[in-house]
């Protein structure tokens, strides 16, 4: 329960930071986009440590070329539903529940 509470003091501070116009000082990046991506990766690696019976993941498929991105992706969609799909299938992640992958591969955060 104590690391909920932290994730989340962190994240109703940069809330509130965001409301005053204040963040920047405090060293939280611009983008709301960054944020809610980094708190799914957290997230997930909370619940793959007190769910250890499951596998739980988070990813990115990359910068691709679809209406979300004006189609200026580096990868097509179909690259980039690989690594989701690998994860999915089970033929990537064995062992490493929690984990951050992109590009085929699991990536440090």
Not at 22 to 42: H, Q, R
Not at 81 to 94: A, E, K, R, V, Y
């Amino acid at each position: 329960m104590l690391r909920h509470a932290s994730w989340g003091l962190r994240a109703l501070r940069f809330r509130t930071e965001v409301a005053d116009h204040t963040y920047k000082k405090s060293g939280f990046p611009s983008s709301n986009y960054g944020m809610s991506k980094l708190g799914v990766i957290a997230y997930s690696r909370v619940l793959a440590r007190e769910n250890p019976d499951i596998d739980v993941f988070s990813c990115c498929p990359g910068w691709c070329q679809t209406d979300m991105s004006s189609n200026s992706g580096y990868k097509t969609a179909y690259e980039g539903s690989q690594t989701p799909f690998m994860l999915g299938q089970g033929l990537l992640g064995s062992g490493a529940s929690g984990g951050f992958f992109t590009d085929e591969h699991q990536a440090e955060w």
